[in-house]
T-cell receptor, first 109, second 113 residues
C-alpha cells in the first residue's frame, strides 16, 4: 500500500495547549498537504508544503517537512475546542493524491 | 458556486445490486478522485482521472468502475455490490497537476446488506 501513516491515532488535550501530529509516507512527492475533517463531513484543505520547503506557517498552523526521512508534522498552537476534528496528511506524487490514516484530535474546554 | 456535489448522500443496496455514484464539480478542474473511507483506514484511493476521457486505477480499484465522459462529472459504478463495499465514499477534484489543493464533496454513505 502507498498509504502513509499518522501518529498518534488519537490525541486529547485541553484548550490552550499545543497539538502535534506526525505523518510518514513512502513515495517521492511534489508536495504534502494537510486536511481537516469534521465528523461526518468532507475534508477541508488546511495547508500545502512543497517538496523543496522545510517549514510553513498559516495562522496557528505550523507544518514541517523532512523529505530525507519522508515525514511531516503539523503543529496547532493554542488549540480551541473548535479544533476538534480528524486531521489527515496527503502526498501528491504527480497524479495521485494519497492520504494517511489520520489523527483524531479532541480538544476539551 | 456549488463546488463538488455528490449524489446520492445515502443509499442502501442489497448484495448483487448495482448503482452509480455521481460526482459533479463546477470549478473546471482537470483532476478528479474517488475515495472510500472506512474506520481506522483513513481515505483510500479507488480510481482517479486527470482529464476528460481519462481514468486510472488507485489503491483499491477492484469491484468498481469509473467514467469521465464530461469534464465536470466523474461517475463511480458498482456492478455487483458486496457487503465489503459498505463505506463512506468521497469525491474530490483539483485544478492542476502540481501544488494545488483538492476540494471534497460531502460524501455518500453506502450500506450493502
Amino acid at each position: 500500500s502507498q498509504q502513509g501513516e499518522e501518529d498518534p491515532q488519537a490525541l486529547s488535550i485541553q484548550e490552550g495547549e499545543n497539538a502535534t501530529m506526525n505523518c510518514s509516507y513512502k513515495t517521492s512527492i511534489n508536495n504534502l498537504q494537510w486536511y481537516r475533517q469534521n465528523s461526518g463531513r468532507g475534508l477541508v484543505h488546511l495547508i500545502l508544503i512543497r517538496s523543496n520547503e522545510r517549514e510553513k506557517h498559516s495562522g496557528r498552523l505550523r507544518v514541517t517537512l523532512d523529505t530525507s526521512k519522508k515525514s511531516s508534522s503539523l503543529l496547532i498552537t493554542a488549540s480551541r475546542a473548535a479544533d476538534t476534528a480528524s486531521y489527515f496528511c496527503a502526498t501528491d506524487d504527480t497524479d495521485k493524491l494519497i492520504f494517511g490514516t489520520g489523527t483524531r484530535l479532541q480538544v476539551f474546554p | 458556486n456549488a463546488g463538488v456535489t455528490q449524489t446520492p448522500k445515502f443509499r442502501v443496496l442489497k448484495t448483487g445490486q448495482s448503482m452509480t455514484l455521481l460526482c459533479a464539480q463546477d470549478m473546471n478542474h482537470e483532476y478528479m478522485y474517488w475515495y472510500r473511507q472506512d474506520p481506522g483506514m483513513g481515505l483510500r484511493l479507488i480510481h482517479y482521472s486527470v482529464g476528460e476521457g481519462t481514468t486510472a486505477k488507485g489503491e483499491v480499484p477492484d469491484g468498481y468502475n469509473v467514467s469521465r465522459l464530461k469534464k465536470q462529472n466523474f461517475l463511480l459504478g458498482l456492478e455487483s455490490a458486496a457487503p465489503s463495499q459498505t463505506s463512506v465514499y468521497f469525491c474530490a477534484s483539483k485544478w492542476g497537476q502540481v501544488n494545488t489543493e483538492a476540494f471534497f464533496g460531502q460524501g455518500t454513505r453506502l450500506t450493502v446488506v
